[in-house]
């Protein structure tokens, strides 16, 4: 086994948090600004790239290379490692970023690679890779919603995704089909075939509301889904604050902004 073995125990409901147990000389890898606490003897080291070994054994230029790509994706040139550099067992934690479920993937039972969208990864045991996978169909690049990138993982250990609302893990067999929301696509496995369709019917298309495209993602494989794109809440708080135009004292009201016009601050 190249990755590190890790143990892990994930916290909360809305807002989680996923603990890592280390034994002596374990290392974990995480996005920068995931990180949330820490036991002593754990030593923390900004690395170039995802430290993978992989990546080590292919020299600077490789490295290079390797961290450019994740610059692609919109992440940064380095990431954090966790390493115990005492004796015993300790934990480091890390939070996720907006309300969701934190998805614990033990890569070597799903071929060692998992796609998902670009901005899911957390943090992953040492050993495994981080990094791009480029689409080779123009619709898929053009209005897949995660662009002609997505990112990969790669190798045989543990990685940890994060999702916003409910996540759905769906699992399809040989030449079964599902439809998904662009947007709600959190990741999936190998094998499984990726691609866009155009949304059926003149009035679906222009009253619809629901976008022109969604994806179609046919088995063999795993698929997991989310109930709330980030995209989508950013889009719902920035809706609300134009409408309430930060004023809140309408909000639950039956009368709503007659009852600001009445309100004797505004006369």
Known sequence: MNAHEIDYQIFGEEMQFVEIELDPYETVIAEAGSFMMMDDSIEMATIFGDGSHKEQNSGLWGKVLSAGKRLI????????????????KKRVSFASPYPGRIIPIDLSEFGGKIVCQKDAFLCAAKGVGVGIEFSRKLGRGFFGGEGFIMQKLEGDGMA???????????ELMIGETMRVDTGCLVGF???????????????????????LFYARLQGPGTVW???????RLADRIVRSSRHYGGNQKGEGSVLGGLGDLLDGDNW
């Open 73 to 88: 994706t919109g992440e940064s040139l380095f990431m954090t490692a966790f390493t115990h550099a005492g004796t015993g």
């Open 160 to 170: 940890f995704m994060h999702a916003g609302g409910t996540v759905v893990r769906k």
């Open 189 to 211: 496995t190998k094998d499984v075939d990726y691609d866009i369709e155009m949304v059926r019917g003149v009035k679906n298309m222009m009253f619809g509301g629901e976008g």
């Open 225 to 231: 889904v989310q109930s709330l794109p980030f995209s």
